[in-house]
């Protein structure tokens, strides 16, 4: 059964750091990954996907990077801004089972100060 | 417009009512979920559906009914709302190649 975890829960950084979160996962057959951002009270917003034949993703400051091998992705964000501060989410669909759904992360809750 | 809407955004009832909460989709995607967002859960799908006409239960269904006799409707029924299913419930569809999930704003539920 796939698992996605992503450390740490929780982060707290000045503005302007560079700063990486990261995601993974216990089967490394996946087909893609994906990563969201949710502001509070708020839906999900999709940021970056991986196909499983990558190795990164780049969006302006965001790149998403992914070792299917290890199992891991990690999301990188360049100069953070305090509008960067949102949850942050990683999802892999799964097969087999609940063929398609998504298998998430608890998230990283990102605070940005400025 | 292109996209997921679910409706209403925010919902009161009061336990033991029916509610129905909709979802509609313009992707003409084949895969729609429901989940659930909870503190200290996450997210947690309740069901799903592949296609037209055919729906699964996923990981917390007790209490709910769907339906997907269109591809682009897929609605939520509780059927006798209980305080414990007060929760952010969330419609989103995806591609059959699962290149690429959209989630819909959400519908906040208070069951008094």
């Known amino acids: 059964k796939q698992e996605v975890t992503q450390i740490p829960a929780a982060l707290s950084v000045p503005e302007g750091e560079n700063l990486v979160l990261n995601c993974s996962f216990t089967?490394?057959?996946?087909?893609?990954l994906q990563w969201f951002r949710q502001d509070p009270g708020k839906g999900l917003t999709s940021l970056l996907l991986?196909?499983?034949?990558?190795r990164e993703q780049t969006s302006g400051r965001l790149n998403a990077s992914l070792d299917k091998s290890s199992g891991r992705s990690t999301l990188y964000i360049a100069a953070s801004q305090p509008g960067d501060s949102a949850t942050y989410l990683c999802?892999?669909?799964?097969?087999?089972?609940?063929?398609?759904?998504?298998?998430f992360g608890k998230g990283t809750k990102l605070s940005v100060k400025p | 417009d292109a996209g997921i809407t679910q409706s209403p955004r925010y919902k009161i009832t009061e336990t033991g009512r029916q509610v129905t909460l909709m979802c509609h989709q313009t992707?003409?995607?084949?895969?729609m979920f429901w989940y659930r967002q909870d503190l200290g859960h996450g997210l947690r799908l309740i069901y799903y559906?592949?296609?037209?006409?055919?729906?699964d239960k996923g990981e917390v269904p007790d209490g709910y009914v769907v339906s997907r006799s269109k591809t682009e409707n897929f609605p939520l029924t509780l059927e006798s709302a209980t305080r414990s299913q007060t929760s952010v419930y969330f419609c989103?569809?995806?591609?059959?190649?699962?290149?690429?999930?959209?989630f819909g704003s959400g519908t906040r539920l208070t069951v008094v």
């Open positions: 989103a569809s995806g591609p059959e190649s699962l290149d690429g999930y959209t």
């Open positions: 089967d490394s057959a996946i087909y893609n």
């Open positions: 991986i196909q499983s034949s990558q």
């Open positions: 999802a892999v669909p799964s097969y087999g089972g609940s063929q398609g759904n998504l298998i």
């Open positions: 992707w003409s995607h084949s895969y």
């Open positions: 559906s592949a296609a037209a006409d055919i729906t």
